[in-house]
T-cell receptor
């Protein structure tokens, strides 16, 4: 069966510090991968998606970037965090080949102080 | 812009009652919808999905109804249990060159014993 991991689970960082969040998927090959951010009490906002290694598309302009160095690894980064980067970050995967359903990881709670 | 929204932010029910959570969508071309359950501090969990060529789909204790005429879908939970307490999101799966989920704000379901 497929599983998706995210780490760290929680993170407290000062403004201006760098960020690296990691997401890995097991049990599938060539998945579509997604990064979302969720503000408190709100829905999910798509940040990045990837259909393959090295292929990243951004949905919204922001202070963040994403990379996919391996087929089942997706990384969210920032060089200098802003207060507004605080939130709950979720990684999701979807099987390739025309599948529709996305499955989410456990999330990372980021607090920027 | 087009959006997927929910009618009620909070729904309180007694244990054993049936719960109905509603969702409106605005894109008449939408053809696939997903309901997710999100417990506090966790990632969204897939519950059930429905395609536009159906008007009803049943799972274990859950039923999703789709009314394309008024662009409305609902999630019905039978015999609601305390473990059902969570935020429920409907999501619309759109193809915009890639598979993209558009989420509503969510409805918080509170189940009292």
């Amino acid at each position: 069966s497929q599983t998706i991991h995210q780490w760290p689970a929680t993170l407290v960082q000062p403004v201006g510090s760098p960020l690296s969040l990691e997401c890995t998927v097991e049990g599938t090959s060539n998945p579509n991968l997604y990064w979302y951010r969720q503000a408190a009490g709100r829905g999910l906002q798509l940040l990045f998606y990837s259909v393959g290694i090295g292929q990243i598309s951004s949905e919204v302009p922001q202070n963040l970037s994403a990379s996919r160095p391996q087929d089942r690894q997706f990384i969210l980064s920032s060089k200098k965090l802003l207060l507004s980067d605080s939130g709950f970050y979720l990684c999701a995967w979807m099987a390739g080949g025309g599948a529709d359903t996305q499955y989410f990881g456990p999330g990372t709670r980021l607090t920027v102080l | 812009g087009e959006s997927v929204g929910l009618h009620l932010p909070t729904l309180s029910v007694q244990e054993g009652d049936n719960s109905i959570i509603n969702c409106a969508y605005s894109n008449s071309a939408s053809d696939y919808f997903i309901w997710y359950k999100q417990e506090s501090g966790k990632g969204p969990q897939f519950i059930i999905d429905i395609r536009s060529n159906m008007d009803k789909r049943q799972g274990q204790r859950v039923t999703v109804l789709l009314n394309k005429t008024v662009k409305h879908l609902s999630l019905q939970i039978a015999a609601t249990q305390p473990g059902d307490s969570a935020v429920y999101f409907c999501a619309e799966n759109r193809w915009t060159g890639f598979q993209k989920l558009v989420f509503g704000t969510g409805t918080r379901l509170l189940v009292s014993p």
